[in-house]
């Protein structure tokens, strides 16, 4: 059985906290764009279930491999934080 939260304990602050927190831009593209071709090195790994039930549906609603678009995420990440010069900056509105 979960205890139940009791949100009363919240720090008085709260709303200060949300309002002046940092905003993280979102630089990963939407699952329709996650697929390219490319050299491939195999591995095992393990996901959770989660979230490659999520991946699987929305390669098969875009017809691609969920495997492919896992790697794009991958490869999205690299290339933002690989180089710090030029992590903040790109034209693409999802960087």
């Given at each position: 059985m979960s205890k139940k939260i009791?949100?009363?304990d919240a720090p008085?602050?709260?709303s200060e906290a949300i309002t002046s927190g940092?905003?993280?831009i979102d630089f990963l593209p939407p699952p329709d764009q996650l697929a390219k071709k490319a050299p491939k090195v195999k591995i095992t790994i393990s996901l959770?279930?989660?979230s490659v039930e999520f991946f699987k549906k929305s390669a098969k609603k875009?017809?691609?491999k969920y495997?492919?678009?896992?790697?794009?995420?991958l490869d999205q990440y690299?290339?933002?934080f690989s180089n710090n010069d030029n992590s903040q900056t790109g034209s693409d509105p999802h960087f």
């Open positions: 009791i949100y009363t008085d602050d709260i940092e905003r993280v959770n279930k989660q875009n017809k691609v495997q492919s678009m896992i790697n794009e995420i690299v290339k933002k």
